[in-house]
């Protein structure tokens, strides 16, 4: 199982952003797929949720209306764009594999993060 | 909306015993989930469902959850096991993924 993200960097805070996680070794369209971010010395926040087919699509409140989240399963790829980006969106951004094709199943596998910086 | 709280920080000697809570109203009712991230790498699942273990980690990381409060015991503490550790839940308020503010384990 692998999850690779990319698309991370520094953006002005008002720009946009597009993260890309590329997703090998299993079955992507039987997972439902997150994005979970820590920004600098802090904990785990969720950011955004996928269901299997993209049909159903959830965000935190901090992110709602900014950020949207979709998927390709024929490219097994996971994306969030991240449009008029703040200074606190600053961290640190996971593409996750939740482990069924249920909202509330837990986190099984975790990428290894892209670094957003949104700085002027 | 629903709360996990988790002390910011608990420490064990080597050999000793390790306890990590998790505190929500209820939270015996809930499916509770825990993470350990360790210095500079990303978070890997170590308990699921309270007390299942993924494969791979040991069986000195035992979990529990009742009332108030879910627990995460680590017995013969070793120095690989200094890390973050967060809890997890469904929000069933709020549909969504909700993490515990994180606990980090010292081993001194």
């Known amino acids: 199982v692998q999850l690779v993200e990319s698309g991370g960097g520094l953006a002005q805070p008002g720009r946009s952003l597009r993260l890309s996680c590329t997703a090998s070794?299993?079955?992507?369209?039987?997972?439902?797929m997150h994005w979970v971010r820590q920004g600098p010395r802090m904990g785990l926040e969720w950011v955004s949720s996928?269901?299997?087919?993209?049909?159903?699509?959830d965000y935190a409140d901090s992110v709602k209306g900014r950020f949207t989240v979709s998927r390709d399963n024929a490219k097994d790829s996971l994306f969030l764009q991240m449009n008029s980006l703040r200074p606190e969106d600053t961290a640190l951004y996971y593409c996750?594999?939740?482990?069924?094709?249920?909202?509330?199943?837990?986190?099984?596998?975790w990428g290894q993060g892209t670094l957003v910086t949104v700085s002027s | 909306s629903y709360v996990l709280t988790q002390a910011p920080s608990v420490s064990a000697a080597p050999g000793q015993t390790a306890t990590i809570t998790c505190g929500g109203a209820?939270?015996?009712?809930?499916?509770v989930h825990w993470y350990r991230q360790r210095p500079g790498q990303a978070p890997v699942l170590v308990m699921y469902?309270?007390?299942d273990r993924p494969s791979g980690i040991p069986e000195r990381i035992s979990g529990s959850n009742s009332g108030n409060t879910a627990t995460l015991t680590i017995t013969r503490v070793e120095a690989v096991d200094e890390a973050d550790y967060y809890c997890?839940?469904?929000?069933?308020?709020?549909?969504?993924?909700?993490f515990g503010g994180g606990t980090k384990l010292t081993v001194l």
């Open positions: 469902y309270d007390g």
């Open positions: 996928a269901s299997w087919n993209g049909e159903f699509l």
């Open positions: 996750v594999r939740g482990r069924s094709t249920s909202l509330r199943d837990f986190l099984d596998f």
């Open positions: 070794g299993f079955t992507f369209d039987d997972h439902v």
């Open positions: 997890q839940v469904w929000d069933t308020d709020n549909n969504r993924v909700l």
């Open positions: 209820n939270i015996g009712g809930k499916s």
